[in-house]
């Protein structure tokens, strides 16, 4: 029902800014809470930042303060600017569109390709 296709990733040296994009197509957009998550070589995936179908925002600890994310509901996207960029921002990082399905009675949840954010000197 939703397809997600990040975009903006490539290789920025520490201290760096980068600005990823999150296009959403083919359902209601404004009704997802959406995130950011990030994947490291040999690592789980985590969390990076949220902004809720509400417009409420939250983040990592490991990037509060570095990282912003904001939505878009007119365009369906979803953005996540980061700045200060330190090597170990070094990630796979995907977009992740959430909600609650009542009818279904469960939690539903895409993933876009993910997009590479490496930063290295």
């Known amino acids: 029902q939703v397809q997600l296709v990040e975009s903006g990733g490539g290789l920025v040296q520490p201290g760096g800014s980068l600005r990823l994009s999150c296009a959403a197509s083919?359902?209601?957009?404004?009704?997802?809470?959406m995130g950011w998550y990030r994947q490291a070589p040999g690592q789980q995936r985590e969390f990076v930042a949220q902004?809720?179908?509400?417009?409420?925002?939250n983040y990592a600890d490991s990037v509060k303060g570095r990282f912003t994310i904001s939505r878009d509901n007119a365009k369906n996207t979803v953005d996540l600017q980061m700045n200060s960029l330190k090597p170990e921002d070094t990630a796979v990082y995907s977009c992740?569109?959430?909600?609650?399905?009542?009818?279904?009675?469960?939690?539903?949840?895409?993933w876009g390709q993910g997009t590479q954010v490496t930063v290295s000197s």
């Open positions: 992740n569109a959430h909600r609650y399905s009542a009818d279904r009675g469960a939690a539903l949840d895409y």
């Open positions: 083919g359902t209601i957009f404004s009704a997802y809470d």
């Open positions: 902004v809720t179908s509400g417009g409420s925002t």
